[in-house]
């Protein structure tokens, strides 16, 4: 695992921008596993930014969600695949026919849990795949102690993560639904690349325990020690409780400029 400790939540959207960038370079119809929240948003500004000044072609981009709310109807504002649309495939100008997503309105949400994997594989699975992290260590919507092994199925929200997620609701956490869809952390895995990106400091104890504590389902993100390229992206304020940071700091300031993240 890379730890790269950037001064600000803007350095770290364009150093990841900038790996984006150059993985469409090499392969223009990539799968981009994008997610939500609001730490990823510098990076698709700063992707934006290069697609919109011809520095990159996104034209042929494909992008996969990550997890979704059950029950919202997708055109529901807050839908994870509405905010999808609005804050990454319309800027980028991406149409929806290159968008794979689960469906939170399915009657059968097993079945398309199921479907959406194999979506996924068919698709030739996920180059790149952006994740945040929340209070209590998820990534994508795998709360504590999901399996490491888990495959995209239902999962209830912890009561602290419909707390964090009400201000998306008129701060009404009675709205936010209890049940949503998520990749498992296995089908996170499969992916090439992961680069996980957190900022500020009420993050600091879940990046502590994903980059320095042991491989373990209380921290769903620390299965991120499991994959061979994996990269996580800390403003200074979530990499305040890293014992390493100094060893981390020194490793990236002396990386070969080539090699990227
Ligand atoms: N399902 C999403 C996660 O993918 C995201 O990482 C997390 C943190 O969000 P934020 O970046 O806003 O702190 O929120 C939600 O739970």
Redesign the pocket.
């Known amino acids: 695992m890379e730890v790269v400790i950037v001064p600000q939540a803007a350095a770290g959207g364009e150093l990841i921008a900038e790996a984006m960038a150059q993985l469409l370079r090499r392969k223009p119809d990539a799968l981009l596993g994008v997610?939500?929240?609001?730490?990823?948003l510098p990076i698709y500004q700063a992707l934006t930014a290069k697609v919109r000044s011809g520095a990159v072609d996104i034209s042929e981009a494909r992008i996969a969600q990550?997890?979704e709310y059950v029950g919202l109807p997708a055109d529901h504002p807050e839908s994870?695949r509405s905010v999808l649309r609005r804050e990454v495939l319309e800027p980028l100008g991406i149409g929806m026919d290159a968008f794979l997503g689960p469906d939170g309105t399915a009657e059968d949400i097993q079945a398309a849990c199921e479907a959406y994997d194999r979506a996924l594989a068919e698709a030739g699975g996920v180059d790149l795949q952006l994740?945040?992290?929340?209070?209590d260590g998820?990534?994508?919507?795998n709360e504590p102690c999901s399996s490491l092994a888990s495959r995209t199925r239902i999962k209830t929200l912890t009561e602290q993560?419909r707390i964090?997620?009400a201000r998306f609701f008129d701060g009404d956490i009675e709205q936010v639904p209890h049940h949503?869809i998520?990749q498992g952390i296995g089908t996170i895995l499969e992916a090439r690349h992961l680069v996980l990106l957190a900022t500020g400091e009420?993050?600091a104890d879940a990046v502590a325990a994903t980059v320095e504590g042991p491989v373990a389902a209380v921290c769903p993100a620390s299965a991120l020690q499991l994959h061979p390229h994996a990269t996580v992206i800390v403003d200074e304020a979530a990499a305040s409780k890293l014992k390493l940071s100094d060893y981390f700091r020194h490793t990236y300031a002396n990386k070969p400029a080539w090699q990227g993240i």
């Open positions: 997610a939500t929240g609001s730490t990823p990550l997890d994870y994740l945040g992290i929340g209070t998820h990534i994508g919507f993560t964090d997620n949503v998520t009420g993050k």
